[in-house]
């Protein structure tokens, strides 16, 4: 079955730095893969998607890279904030259509002044 | 536009007991989707629709219904409470027309 991977621990980085969050997947081969941003009590929100034929997508201080020969996508943020601070959840598009999402357990990245 | 609303926002239920989570959209999307989010782990999806009249199971169905009569509105019952269902629970809403999925605030659940 379809498997994605986030690091589980906390990534704690300073202000400034660069944050970059992994999402590996198996058993797949999908059309796309989004990336979406969580904070405690609230929905996932929406920041990129990417698709199979493109290797990197940048949205102001963010970047996607996409490497289906790897399975694995990376999520950088540069010139982190402390407002960055947040859960980063990655989302493979599933099998059987509708835009059916199959997401990832995210990873919580904290950022220090 | 409002997105996508939810409610409630926070319910206790005893074991054994119904209810219903409301979703609706103002987006006039096409497809929604009912998740549930566990600690530590990702979103499971429940059920799923593609339009007015239009349901079908997810990947963790069991012990939720569905409906679907209108657009706007996609409402997830609980028929029989169990502990299992503590949870919160996310509905998202999407265009056919694009992927990005728009969600709702959540609904968080306890069942004693």
């Known amino acids: 079955s379809q498997k994605i991977e986030q690091n589980s621990e906390a990534l704690n980085i300073q202000e400034g730095k660069t944050a970059t969050l992994t999402c590996n997947y198996t058993?797949?081969?999908?059309?796309?893969l989004q990336w979406y941003r969580q904070d405690p009590g609230r929905g996932p929100v929406f920041l990129l998607l990417?698709?199979?034929?493109?290797k990197e997508k940048r949205k102001e201080r963010l970047k996607v890279t996409f490497d289906t020969t790897l399975k694995q996508s990376l999520f950088h943020i540069t010139a982190s904030q402390p407002a960055d601070s947040a859960t980063y959840l990655c989302?493979?598009?599933?099998?059987?259509?509708?835009?059916?999402?199959?997401f990832g357990a995210g990873t919580r990245l904290a950022v220090h002044p | 536009n409002a997105g996508v609303t939810q409610t409630p926002k926070f319910r206790i239920l005893k074991i054994g007991q119904s209810m219903t989570l409301q979703c609706t959209q103002d987006?006039?999307?096409?497809?929604m989707y009912w998740y549930r989010q566990d600690p530590g782990m990702g979103l499971k999806l429940i059920y799923y629709?593609?339009?007015?009249?239009?349901?079908d199971k997810g990947e963790v169905p069991n012990g939720y219904n569905v409906s679907r009569s209108t657009t706007e509105d996609f409402p997830l019952r609980l028929e029989l409470a169990a502990p299992s269902q503590t949870s919160v629970y996310f509905c998202?809403?999407?265009?056919?027309?694009?992927?990005?999925?728009?969600f709702g605030p959540g609904t968080r659940l306890l069942v004693l």
């Open positions: 987006m006039n999307h096409n497809y």
């Open positions: 989302a493979l598009d599933g099998s059987g259509g509708y835009n059916k999402l199959i």
């Open positions: 629709s593609v339009g007015a009249g239009i349901t």
């Open positions: 058993n797949y081969s999908p059309a796309y």
């Open positions: 998202a809403s999407v265009s056919h027309q694009k992927e990005t999925q728009y």
């Open positions: 990417i698709r199979e034929n493109e």
